[in-house]
């Protein structure tokens, strides 16, 4: 069964980190484009950051640069989301989301993603 997975959240202070994981089951995710969303309570889903197919691209959300970085880890069929410096406003749920074979996923919606994971809760206290 192919499916996405994600780890690493919970509770953190304000100015803290998490690092999220994104594990893939029953396909490489190395040949996949990645992309993490958030959706906090009555606001709509909002794409994070994205890695194409192969780790050629990357791209993230102009307001989240220099605080959130994304990576591969391919031999663990993973894709990681680091956050720093987390404000209050990150709280929200954490999903990644896996497209095959897509090398400019700053052009990805997340309507054309084929897989999404449960997503994981992020809450920043102030």
């Given at each position: 069964?192919?499916?996405?997975?994600?780890?690493?959240g919970?509770?953190?202070q304000?100015?803290?980190?998490?690092?999220?994981?994104?594990?893939?089951?029953?396909?490489i995710?190395?040949y996949?484009?990645?992309?993490?969303f958030r959706?906090?309570?009555?606001?709509?889903?909002?794409?994070?950051?994205?890695?194409?197919?192969?780790g050629?691209?990357?791209?993230?959300?102009?307001?989240?640069?220099?605080?959130?970085?994304?990576?591969r880890?391919?031999?663990?069929?993973?894709?990681y989301?680091?956050?720093h410096?987390?404000?209050p406003?990150?709280?929200?749920?954490?999903?990644?989301?896996?497209?095959?074979n897509?090398?400019?996923?700053?052009?990805?919606?997340?309507?054309?993603y084929?897989?999404?994971g449960?997503?994981?809760?992020?809450?920043?206290?102030?």
């Amino acid at each position: 069964q192919s499916q996405l997975v994600e780890s690493g959240g919970g509770l953190v202070q304000s100015g803290g980190s998490l690092t999220l994981s994104c594990a893939a089951s029953g396909f490489i995710l190395e040949y996949f484009a990645v992309g993490w969303f958030r959706q906090a309570p009555g606001e709509e889903r909002e794409e994070v950051s994205c890695v194409s197919t192969r780790g050629g691209s990357i791209n993230v959300a102009d307001s989240l640069k220099g605080r959130f970085t994304i990576s591969r880890d391919n031999a663990k069929n993973t894709v990681y989301l680091q956050m720093h410096s987390l404000k209050p406003e990150d709280t929200g749920i954490y999903s990644c989301a896996a497209k095959p074979n897509y090398y400019t996923c700053s052009d990805l919606r997340a309507g054309e993603y084929n897989y999404w994971g449960q997503g994981t809760q992020v809450t920043v206290s102030s």
